[in-house]
């Protein structure tokens, strides 16, 4: 619910953008997933064989080596130097991640994103609590627990956990026991720890937040001063820390989100009427000049 105009979440942007534009970035990412998933099972399905492998470790074209880095690390830490087109592999994999931000791979392509956006969305249509809210530290710990494993027991640890992977395969072999392991991170989003699964446990994307640090692409409140604390970025950003310090920082204050935790979901753009945010690159830090309207608002 919108603080200010008591408007369901994101109506005044429907009405500003129509449906589309205000669900542009949310479509243009389950698009994206869905390619990306695609991609790894038309060779299986179809006997069409433009990538071999799967999200952990691919070929493209028989040619571009492409590997999960945050694997590559396990097999270091377990004693098993990666073979070298593997390393290649992971190289340009965080090459990628570095310049467009690491937890993109969240919201931009990883399979179980879907599964968690509707717990959510569940969540907030049945109007449930929170929940418990584990630190978000907790995942770090989780990330560190992990390697330590894999260094004590020389195996790739949470390959034998990791759902991401789980899910690939099942579709593959059929879903079988996974669609327990699906299940199980849906009802924990829902009745344990809202956003609970990505935002406080998966070590996955607490390793892709690390290689993120300094990403190039980020999205900027350049337009804040046209804020008008309806606070819908808030009700749809999976992670709502971040979103603070660029929209309602002091004065001279950098209007970018360069919080690692920030996923480039793009659902702030999409839900704001007003148009605040935007995506650019971590040197943009312009502000807009204030609008007239919103002068006599900050006026008011």
């Known amino acids: 619910m919108s603080a200010r105009t008591h408007l369901p979440v994101g109506q005044e942007a429907r009405m500003a953008k129509g449906w589309i534009g205000a669900h542009r970035y949310l479509l243009l990412r389950r698009a994206s997933q869905v390619f990306f998933l695609a991609l790894f099972l038309i060779g299986p399905w179809f006997s069409v064989w433009i990538v071999q492998g799967t999200i952990a470790g691919s070929l493209t074209f028989g040619v571009l080596p492409l590997t999960d880095p945050f694997i590559a690390l396990q097999s270091i830490v377990a004693g098993h130097w990666p073979a070298a087109t593997a390393l290649v592999g992971a190289l340009i994999v965080l090459a990628i991640y570095a310049v467009v931000g690491g937890r993109v791979y969240c919201s ?3 399979p179980i994103n879907p599964v968690t956006d509707a717990a959510h969305w569940l969540h907030a249509r049945l109007g449930l ?5 584990p630190k978000r530290s907790a995942r770090l710990w989780i990330l560190g627990t992990v390697l330590v494993v894999s260094a004590l027991t020389g195996t790739i640890a949470w390959e034998v956990v990791n759902p991401i992977t789980m899910l690939h395969r099942g579709l593959i072999f059929g879903m079988g026991a996974v669609w327990a392991m699906v299940a199980a991170i849906f009802l924990f989003d829902l009745l344990v720890a809202r ?18 640090r300094t990403s190039l692409i980020r999205i900027s409140a350049a337009n804040r001063s046209a804020c008008d604390d309806c606070m819908d970025c808030y009700a749809v950003c999976p992670e709502q820390q ?10 001279g204050s950098t209007p970018l989100i360069l919080a690692p935790d920030c996923t480039n979901c793009g659902r702030c753009i999409d839900v704001c009427a007003q148009d605040v945010f935007n995506f650019t690159h971590r040197f943009d830090d312009h502000l807009a000049e204030p609008s007239s309207s919103a002068s006599e608002r900050s006026a008011a």
């Open 195 to 212: 956003r609970g699964w990505c935002g406080h446990a998966c070590p996955v994307g607490a390793f892709y937040g690390l290689l993120g």
């Open 108 to 110: 931009w392509v990883c």
């Open 129 to 133: 609590h929170k929940g418990w809210q």
């Open 242 to 251: 971040v979103i603070s310090p660029a929209l309602k920082g002091k004065a």
